[in-house]
């Protein structure tokens, strides 16, 4: 893989623009078209737009190249998710797969409800073997304002000997990790 990328997400998610000129235009753009394909979003409006703005910029300044969210409702709870992709430097040990994998931490759970992380080598068709990791963190906020627990995946994608392409993904939703882990498995695969 060179420089550019593609990510295939679903119709349902929001592609949010990272650019800090013209992304508050173009969420507003964006939710006025989704109003018009689904009027019942009309009095959520203003909210989607401020939280997209918030998503987007809180994206940008942690480097993100590319963002998209979604909010899924069941059972009349919201379940929000994101997915970001960044283009990060090399480990010290190299970009070898094994390398970075032996880098990415592990914390195994001891009761329900525990932190846990796991590592491991996956293969995403076109592009081969990756390491990625896997697991419920508490994710700090931005600006210090304390941290969230979330379920979040991480597949770092070797791009030459000083980046790597970093696809992550995160929802607080730790209550439906294993079909999040899914969701974000399959979405992460269409790179």
């Not at 507003?28 to 737009?49: D, G, N």
């Not at 970001?84 to 409800?113: K, N, Y």
Request: glycine share 8%; aromatic share 4%.
């Amino acid at each position: 893989m060179s420089g550019g990328f593609s990510l295939s997400i679903p119709d349902s998610w929001f592609e949010l623009d990272v650019n800090r000129a013209t992304r508050d235009a173009n969420i507003k753009l964006l939710i006025e078209s989704r109003v018009r394909e689904q009027p019942e979003l009309w009095e959520h409006r203003a909210a989607l737009i401020k939280v997209l703005r918030r998503q987007a910029r809180d994206a940008a300044d942690a480097g993100a190249i590319y963002c998209a969210c979604f909010v899924m409702v069941l059972e009349e709870s919201a379940i929000p998710g994101a997915i970001t992709v960044s283009v990060i430097p090399t480990p010290p040990a190299g970009t070898g797969v094994d390398a970075i994998a032996e880098t990415l931490p592990t914390r195994e759970a001891r009761e329900d409800g525990d932190l846990w992380m796991s590592r491991s080598i996956v293969n995403l068709e076109g592009i081969g073997c990756v390491p990625r990791s896997q697991g419920v963190v508490d994710v700090a906020m931005p600006g210090g304002s304390g941290s969230i627990r979330s379920i979040v995946m991480h597949t770092f994608v070797p791009l030459d000997s000083d980046r790597i392409l970093l696809v992550a993904a995160a929802s607080p939703a730790i209550d439906l990790a294993e079909p999040l882990l899914e969701l974000f498995d399959a979405v992460t695969g269409t790179l």
